[in-house]
């Protein structure tokens, strides 16, 4: 086959491929044309459609902010935890440092329609229980969480109580009747017994002023629930701290 044949052959061939293809694509002055555009044109979404995305995205942002709000309150019983233990801890050094009394208030208030827990501690001046206001000072400013509440331990979640492994029921710091009222300036006033104190041997026990004779409580216990507002929320992320008292040494317990 010569070269000129088969340039016709290819010539041929391609003639016929587009005659082909016209069958299926309509020609520009065809009213086909015309037709297929705007079908091209109109090809959006309709309003079944957007009205679904709308929906999905109502749906995905609700579920955005709730897990975000649980994630803050979440961070907000972590943050309580770590600073009342920290505090917790410090008071108990200082004790045996300063060879002194150290004590440790802790109560609930609202402030702007929110509910917070305060604690504060206080020393001996002259390493002594006795309680005379110029005896007593300050330690730390006023320690202020916000968005937490107190509880009894008895009144946390099962799961939280369950993680306290040991047979023996801690005493509650909040019934606790026998602890010191602090009136120091410039601190706000804890007047409402619930304290804590550490002795020279770096002892804990409940009572505030006690005697040679006064032994260590075996163990007491603090339970925290998030609040919103000024409503504490129960049976969600609770915590609890654990005093034992023959070392003064404190344990978080949190699921």
Request: charged residues 20%; positive net charge.
């Amino acid at each position: 086959m010569n070269t000129k044949t088969l340039q016709s052959n290819r010539g041929q061939q391609g003639g016929q491929a587009r005659q082909r293809s016209s069958q299926f694509l309509p020609c520009k002055n065809d009213r086909r044309w015309f037709f297929h555009g705007v079908s091209r044109m109109r090809s959006g979404f309709t309003i079944l459609e957007l009205l679904t995305v709308i929906t999905i995205i109502s749906v995905v942002a609700f579920l955005s902010v709730q897990a975000v709000g649980g994630l803050m309150l979440s961070r907000g019983m972590g943050t309580a935890l770590d600073q009342s233990a920290a505090l917790l801890e410090l008071a108990r050094n200082e004790a045996v440092t300063r060879q002194s009394y150290v004590w440790v208030a802790i109560k609930e208030e609202t402030v702007d329609g929110k509910l917070e827990t305060q604690m504060a501690a206080f020393y001996s001046a002259d390493g002594t229980t006795n309680g005379a206001a110029d005896n007593i000072l300050p330690l730390v400013k006023t320690l202020r969480i916000t968005g937490v509440g107190l509880v009894p331990f008895s009144e946390l979640r099962p799961e939280t109580r369950n993680l306290w492994s040991s047979t023996l029921v801690p005493s509650e710091l909040l019934d606790n009747n026998d602890g010191m009222v602090f009136r120091v300036l410039p601190l706000t006033p804890f007047e409402n017994n619930n304290t804590i104190t550490f002795t020279p041997r770096g002892e804990m026990m409940l009572l505030g002023q006690p005697g040679v004779n006064d032994g260590f409580d075996p163990a007491v216990a603090l339970g925290f629930v998030p609040a919103r507002g000024a409503t504490k929320l129960t049976n969600r992320d609770d915590g609890a701290i654990i005093l034992d008292g023959s070392t003064g040494a404190v344990r978080k317990f949190r699921m």
